[in-house]
T-cell receptor
């Protein structure tokens, strides 16, 4: 099955800073999702992005399917951005395979 | 449009007991997937139900079982609970299984 690697594992930022989170896949995937897990455990959908670039407010994501990676950009970070960010892609049976996550802490 | 809901929110059980967790899918979705998330790790796929039939299973023992009902809601049953079953259990719904998945708030299970 596919393997998903995320980097960096931990990120500490001051409010207002920008950051880039990376997700690498061991094999091609036909879609990819980015999630933010809040402190209560809820997984919030950020992007569903098989390829190309999408933007939603201060967040944007780019997936380069041919090179098997995706990037999540967070601009002008806020304390409410803190939490764990996961990327996930389906294997050949459509079950989502998750990375180990990037833990982001934003301080005022 | 109603999102994915799960019940209960928290649950405490002792080793050897049985537990049932419930999930209501987002309106219009016919597929429910269940995941187990241990502390500090990413969610791990347990199984998926599509139109009331099991449609894929992860590396979990048979004491993890499930059901999907005609309204597409679902149950996850775990028999003979072990300490390592302590985790956050997440369900996700989607349309036809291979599209974007949306997650519920989770059930936090503690086994003592």
């Amino acid at each position: 099955g596919i393997q998903v690697e995320q980097s960096p594992p931990d990120l500490i930022l001051q409010e207002g800073a920008n950051s880039t989170l990376r997700c690498n896949f061991s094999d091609s995937v036909n879609n990819l999702q980015w999630f933010h897990q809040n402190p209560w455990g809820q997984l919030i959908n950020l992007f569903y992005i098989p390829s190309g670039t999408k933007q939603n407010g201060r967040l944007s994501a780019t997936t380069v399917a041919t090179e098997r990676y995706s990037l999540l950009y967070i601009s002008s970070s806020q304390t409410t951005d803190s939490g764990v960010y996961f990327c996930a892609g389906p294997d050949n049976t459509d079950k989502l395979i998750f990375g180990t996550g990037t833990r982001l802490q934003v301080f005022p | 449009e109603t999102g994915v809901t799960q019940s209960p929110t928290h649950l405490i059980k002792t080793r050897g007991q049985q537990v049932t967790l419930r999930c209501s899918s987002q309106s219009g979705h016919n597929t429910v997937s269940w995941y187990q998330q241990a502390l500090g790790q990413g969610p791990q796929f347990i199984f998926q139900y599509y139109r009331e039939e099991e449609n894929g299973r992860g590396n979990f023992p048979p004491r993890f079982s499930g059901l999907q009902f005609p309204n597409y809601s679902s149950e996850l049953n775990v028999n003979a609970l072990e300490l390592d079953d302590s985790a956050l259990y997440l369900c996700a719904s989607s349309l036809d299984g291979h599209n974007e998945q949306f997650f519920g708030p989770g059930t936090r299970l503690t086994v003592l």
